[in-house]
């Protein structure tokens, strides 16, 4: 279950989320309704929203022209969700159903289970593939799929084309300038002019068991499963910190700070130091500061509201 509020453009400002091979749509007002997408999960089905099929779909995104982008997983494709005042219909823009790591134009291309996207200020998508360890570009306007970053073999190792990802979930784009930072197993990495580094977090450790709830500057910061991320219009990021069942905030220095959630899994409202989440998935974020958090397992869609002075 993944999340994204409209553009700017489309004054309505409904929030569209991921769910159960369904996309779905929230009004400002609340109310629930299924944009596309039957419910069923096999195989890729083009054509009326109503009959599309999707296949546990997890990242969405919506450019400035309203035009909604999903990352397919499950069908190892990225489709595209065109609403007009009479119709709404879906189409794939990349990927062929069959998992693989090409590069080429729409079908030509493969990934293997991408999971999250994001849109930079030229209409271009850039999707975390996941199980190919990969960062990839998507361009809108005619489906061509290139590699960003990442070899393939899974590592974290920065630097250029010798950078490495091990299975990268969420991404996000800071639009004024240019850079992507990019989540994966415990760690926040940043891509900016082609090189690699680590923002906050300190690299997967398969011989540690757990990881705690860690605040601090770059990787004295521990994270655990962080997933989904949204950026402000400071370029501080919010993040999903998943198996620490927190909401982090990184700076553009590095520096962690947790603003909701304890650690602990639950599902209490309130002051974010006493709130309780159980393992947030997505985050959007508004320009008034509002931020709209994804829980799966509960079944829920939660909002953290900026104090006032």
Do not use: W
Request: proline share 5%; net charge negative; aromatic share 6%.
């Amino acid at each position: 279950m993944t999340l994204r509020r409209g553009s700017p453009s489309r004054p309505d400002g409904s929030l569209y989320v991921t769910d159960n091979s369904k996309i779905r749509k929230i009004t400002v007002d609340g109310t629930v309704s299924t944009l596309a997408g039957t419910g069923q999960s096999v195989g890729i089905v083009n054509g009326d929203c109503a009959s599309a099929i999707f296949s546990v779909p997890m990242g969405i995104t919506v450019d400035a022209t309203g035009n909604i982008y999903v990352a397919d997983t499950g069908n190892n494709a990225i489709r595209q969700i065109t609403v007009t005042p009479t119709s709404c219909q879906v189409s794939t823009l990349a990927g062929n159903g069959t998992a693989g790591s090409a590069d080429g134009k729409t079908t030509a291309a493969t990934f293997y289970q991408p999971e999250y996207l994001t849109l930079d200020a030229s209409g271009n998508l850039y999707v975390t593939d996941t199980i190919n360890n990969k960062i990839r570009m998507v361009t809108t306007l005619d489906g061509n799929v290139s590699t960003v970053a990442g070899n393939g073999t899974a590592g974290n190792t920065n630097g250029g084309t010798n950078a490495n990802f091990t299975k990268p979930t969420g991404i996000s784009v800071d639009e004024t300038t240019g850079a992507l930072y990019v989540a994966e197993y415990d760690d926040i990495r940043e891509i900016a002019k082609g090189a690699v580094s680590t923002l906050a977090g300190s690299p997967y450790n398969p011989t540690v068991s757990s990881c705690t709830l860690t605040d601090g500057l770059g990787t004295n910061a521990i994270f655990c499963r962080p997933y989904g991320m949204a950026i402000d219009g400071y370029g501080n990021l919010y993040v999903a910190d998943s198996y620490n069942n927190a909401v982090r905030k990184v700076s553009i220095t590095g520096n962690v700070t947790t603003i909701a959630g304890t650690g602990e899994a639950g599902a209490d409202d309130g002051p974010g130091n006493t709130a309780t989440f159980y393992q947030p998935r997505d985050i959007a974020i508004e320009k008034s500061g509002v931020v709209y958090v994804t829980e799966p397992f509960g079944h829920r869609i939660r909002m953290l509201t900026p104090s006032t002075p």
